[in-house]
Every structure is written in C-alpha cells, then in structure tokens.
C-alpha cells in the first residue's frame, strides 16, 4: 500500500479528499512563516511517500460496514506514548462520514467504553438544539487486541486551527469565544449535571457563521463531572495560550485578561455573562466559583487574582 505520510497524520498516497481536510481543518501551524502561510491561504501538507503493509488502525477499521468504499485519514498517537490510541477517519466525499478512534487492549490509559458510556448517557437529554453537535456512538466493537469507537464525523473547524490561521487571534475570535460560553450554558443547564471535562480550542468546532456546529473527544465526560472545570479552562487558554507573534508572559496575559480593563479583558468578562445568563446562575456565583478553579488547579494565576480583587 502506497502512503502518504504528514507527521502522525497518513493517508492513501493520491486521495484528494482526506488531504485536502488536513489541509484545511487539522493540520497545526507553528512559527511564523507556516501561519503567515496559512493565512494567505496558501498552507500545504508536506508529505512523504512510501510503501508499508498496513496499520493496525486502518485495517481493523477498514472491517466496519461505515468503511465500505471510504478513503481514509489515520491520526497516529504519539511514538514515545504508551497510550497506543489512534483516530481514522473515514470519508464520503470530500468530508468525513464517521469517525473511529482504536485503542490496543494493552495501551495504557482509560478504556473507550468511558467515552461510549458517557455519549449514551448523554444522549438523551439532549435537546433538539444541542443534538447535532454532539457525536453519536455508532458502534462499539472489541477484538482480541483493540477497541473501536465509531463516532458520527461533526462538520467544522476547530477554535484552535482558526487561531493558528489569524492575524490577531484573540481580536478576531472573540465571536467565537462568546459562542461557546452560550453553548455551554446552554449544554449545562439543559443535561443540568453533566461536563464534558475538557473543553478547550481544540476540541470545539465553528460553522462559517461562527457558531459552534460541533464538540468532541468526550473520553473525560462525566453525566455527575464538575462543570466548572469546563467554564473556566477555555477563557484561561484563550487568554494566556493564544498563538502569537512574540513571547508574551502567560503570567501577564492572564493579568491583562481578568482585570476588568481593555478589550480582552472585556471580551472574558462578556464570556462570563454570557454563559451565566444561558446556564441559569449568578454572575457572582461563576466568580466565586473561578477563585476556586484557580486556587486548585493555577495556584500562581490565583495569587494575580487575589492579589487584584
């Protein structure tokens, strides 16, 4: 079998589809010359050719009656990490038809029947709003050797790709960044007691409208999680990890953030509002609730934010 190899992403040599999605929604830009690249539109998959005899993702996949007659893109976990995961997506088109992650029985780490119960769980008390951005379990199917998840594929780009691809990234998504404080409002007050557990840019989708049109990698969600957690990770990332263009502070990013004045700081503020006014709860309350995140989870970003109330 003749691949095109990118990194840990690999895919038929020649199959336009799968490349073309890299492309455009998965492949990371880092250093200034890929990103400026990539904002002119002109960000290319540099891949190199060989042959091999298969991948054990790809082949076990590639049995699933969703595989029949679909090109392929397989994300490979880490060489060095005991994990032993990967993802394949597989295509109708030019977009992917559904998603499967694999996991080796040996691997280290959760097993996918955590993801698949927590999404069943999930499911139901879903509403007609929140129903089409969130997968769907497929099928579930373990060998002698692995698990696989099938996933329904959720259209978008992901908050973190779009950052990467901007001049001024925290100017230009702060459409993005209030979405998907409405968003998880709105996911928490209509499942009440369930959390995603790790909501973050990368694992948050936008339609061209800026709208959220999909969220995924639920392996840490939880019908009973702390839904707190998921409020406050994303305005920190947005606020201190934003792709740039120098070597800001993180420590001083977070400062100018959380201190009620400019345009960021703005922006977090109107996140907060936001995703109180759809969650149902006091805007004090998600203060409160932030010094704590802080005090156990950033114990330097909670001494700037005492230190400034």
Do not use: C
């Amino acid at each position: 079998m003749r691949v095109a190899e990118s990194g840990r992403f690999v895919h038929p040599a020649g199959a336009r589809a799968p490349r073309q999605y890299l492309e455009r929604n998965l492949l990371s830009m880092h250093g200034r010359g890929m990103r400026l690249r990539a904002i002119a539109g002109s960000a290319r998959v540099h891949a190199r050719e060989r042959d091999v005899e298969s991948f054990d993702a790809v082949r076990l996949a590639s049995t699933l009656d969703v595989a029949r007659n679909a090109d392929w893109l397989l994300l490979r976990d880490y060489d060095d990490n005991e994990r032993d995961r990967s993802v394949v997506f597989l295509f109708r088109d030019e977009l992917p038809r559904a998603v499967v992650k694999v996991r080796a029985l040996s691997s280290t780490g959760s097993s996918l029947t955590s993801e698949a119960a927590a999404l069943q769980a999930i499911a139901p008390m879903l509403d007609v709003r929140l129903r089409p951005t969130v997968p769907r379990v497929e099928e579930f199917v373990t060998t002698e050797s692995h698990e696989l998840l099938v996933l329904s594929a959720l259209p978008g780009r992901s908050l973190s790709i779009l950052m990467q691809r901007s001049l001024r990234p925290r100017v230009t998504h702060v459409p993005h960044l209030l979405a998907a404080g409405r968003w998880l409002g709105h996911f928490h007050r209509v499942t009440r007691t369930a959390a995603h557990g790790d909501f973050w840019p990368r694992n948050i989708l936008f339609s061209p409208t800026n709208e959220v049109s999909g969220v995924v990698d639920w392996e840490h969600a939880n019908t009973l999680g702390s839904q707190w957690n998921d409020v406050f990770l994303l305005p920190v990332l947005f606020a201190t990890d934003a792709p740039s263009w120098g070597m800001p502070d993180p420590q001083d990013e977070f400062r100018r953030a959380f201190t009620k004045r400019g345009a960021l700081a703005d922006a977090i503020d109107a996140y907060f509002r936001i995703y109180a006014s759809e969650a149902g709860v006091e805007r004090g309350m998600v203060e409160t609730q932030f010094a704590r995140y802080l005090r156990a989870t950033e114990p330097k970003l909670y001494d700037i934010y005492s230190g400034m109330r």
